[in-house]
């Protein structure tokens, strides 16, 4: 009953991005609090993949409308080792969070997801995360930035 539902609910995402905001350029007010509440689905995700990447990286900018990040950053960090691929696109889910806004609840999620990024190889991502927060004024990534800059 269960996967019935969950297979419903991503049917209807699916829907909402092909039929709504895929080819978007321009979103209303209106658009962009639909998109933050449409990433509260990432419950419903048992892993990521390249077609739900595309929703949750049109969502993830949005995310500081109507105060979903916790939410969102919550899930993204259940899914960030769900398979092969996810710390790839957690990593850039997470870089398109941080182009409107820099959470920084729940701090655990978050950092959670970066150690994830530089543990999978993804230090790209890892490096960019914590510099951004950095340079905004947000100092609790810096010992896991440290960590993986060791001097050998």
């Known amino acids: 009953r269960m996967g019935k539902m969950r297979e419903l609910i991503i049917d209807f995402w699916r829907w909402v991005y092909q039929n709504k905001y ?3 350029e321009q979103l209303k007010e209106e658009a962009k609090e639909i998109l933050s509440e449409l990433s509260k689905l990432t419950v419903f995700l048992e892993k990521i993949d390249g077609e739900n990447y595309e929703w949750l990286k049109l969502s993830a900018p949005y995310i500081h409308v109507d105060f979903n990040a916790p ?3 919550k899930y993204l960090n259940n899914l960030k080792d769900k398979n092969k691929d996810a710390g790839k696109y957690v990593g850039k ?3 398109e969070i941080l182009k409107n806004s ?3 609840y729940d701090q655990k999620d978050i950092r959670s997801i970066v150690e994830c990024l530089y543990a999978s190889g993804f230090e790209e991502c890892a490096n960019e995360i914590c510099k951004i927060y ?7 990534l810096r010992d896991i930035y440290e960590k ?4 050998i």
Not at 134 to 140: K, L, M, V, W
């Open 22 to 24: 895929k080819e978007k």
């Open 71 to 73: 939410f969102f950053l």
């Open 93 to 95: 889910i997470f870089l």
């Open 102 to 104: 820099t959470p920084d």
């Open 134 to 140: 950095g340079t905004r004024g947000f100092e609790f």
């Open 148 to 151: 993986n800059h060791k001097k």
